[in-house]
Nanobody
Framework: QVQLVESGGGLVQPGGSLRLSCAAS????????MAWYRQAPGKQRELVAN???????NYKDSVKGRFTISRDNARSTVYLQMNSLTPGDTAVYYC?????????WGQGTQVTVSS
């Protein structure tokens, strides 16, 4: 079955950086669009960035220029490099893949930006 396992979250000061990783299994990773979503307390889950199989990327406006999504098909892993973090980036971050119309999610990793 499809499994997504995130890692790399934590507590960071404003202006700091974190790198999230998501290891996928149960899919032919290289052909799928992979995405990162986030959900802050009391808010809906929102798309942060995605990357298609060919490597083209798409970002939420508020993270453009600060976040970078990338993928390593050999390792079946997608990354989210987050720089210049602000308290507004505080959320649980989820890895996502859609397979035959069904969304699969990782367990989520907490990112807290605070001084």
């Amino acid at each position: 079955q499809v499994q997504l396992v995130e890692s790399g979250g934590g507590l960071v000061q404003p202006g700091g950086s974190l790198r999230l990783s998501c290891a996928a299994s149960g899919i032919i990773f290289s052909v799928y669009t992979m995405a990162w979503y986030r959900q802050a307390p009391g808010k809906q889950r929102e798309l942060v960035a995605n990357i298609i199989s060919a490597g083209m990327t798409n970002y939420k406006d508020s993270v453009k220029g600060r976040f970078t999504i990338s993928r390593d098909n050999a390792r079946s892993t997608v990354y989210l490099q987050m720089n210049s973090l602000t308290p507004g980036d505080t959320a649980v971050y989820y890895c996502n893949v859609r397979d035959r119309g069904r969304d699969y999610w990782g367990q989520g990793t907490q990112v807290t930006v605070s001084s």
